[in-house]
């Protein structure tokens, strides 16, 4: 088979994609190695393509798109929810400093573990609940979450650092979606709407015991509010 490389123009021209660092990322990462090997030759067709276990390699404008909106430096530390491939994990790790990732499908994670390890990205991998977030790394400048959630899971809100920014694609339908950004300013969560988006669902693989957690409940609280006006 023909190994696919970069098209001429790659990535295409986003109007809304402008950040240089995310665009020199997504000209850097080889999108091909992260997708099953008959789909190379559409790797660098700006679509979203099946990876197995029913998920799917996100769209490229949609990597870029989040990338941008968390507005991440060399120093920020990222998690990523719903590694899939690892695609956009290793667009993460190309912007930021370290990425840490939560995969729920066992499978998934390890093939991703090994491939970023193996093209040298800072990127840690584990099998888990990512609604639960990563307390151990928290907490974190960025937070992308790559599934579509019923509601905004407040584990992740609570492990934002101060001036923090989390993505995530949020709605219960399978063909629609918003994308919010929410942002941690001086402790309290505000919240923008970036795009309608179709992802695949955030399943609930743990059972969320935090109830008792003081600080989750007013995360709860507050987070309910802020949706209270979509
Ligand atoms: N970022 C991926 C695309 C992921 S598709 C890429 O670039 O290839 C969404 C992924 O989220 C799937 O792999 C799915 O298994 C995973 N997922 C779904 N619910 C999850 C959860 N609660 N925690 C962690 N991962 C989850």
Redesign the pocket.
Known sequence: MREPSHPRRWPPAWPDVTDPAVLAAIAAVPRHL?VPAQLRDQAYDDIPLP?G?G????QPYI?ALMTQALRLTRRSSVL?????????AAVLAQVAGHVWS????PA?AGEAQERLRRLGYAVDVKVG???LGWVEHAPFDGILV??AAPDVPPALALQLAEGGRLVIPVGEDAWEQHLWLIECVRGRLRREFLADVRF?P????ASQAEAADERLAEVRAELKQLFRRS
């Open positions: 992260f990876i276990y998920q799917t390699i996100s990597v990523e929810v719903g590694t899939g491939s690892g695609y956009q939560v995969e729920t499908v998934l609940d990512g609604r790559a599934a695949v955030l399943v609930s693989t």
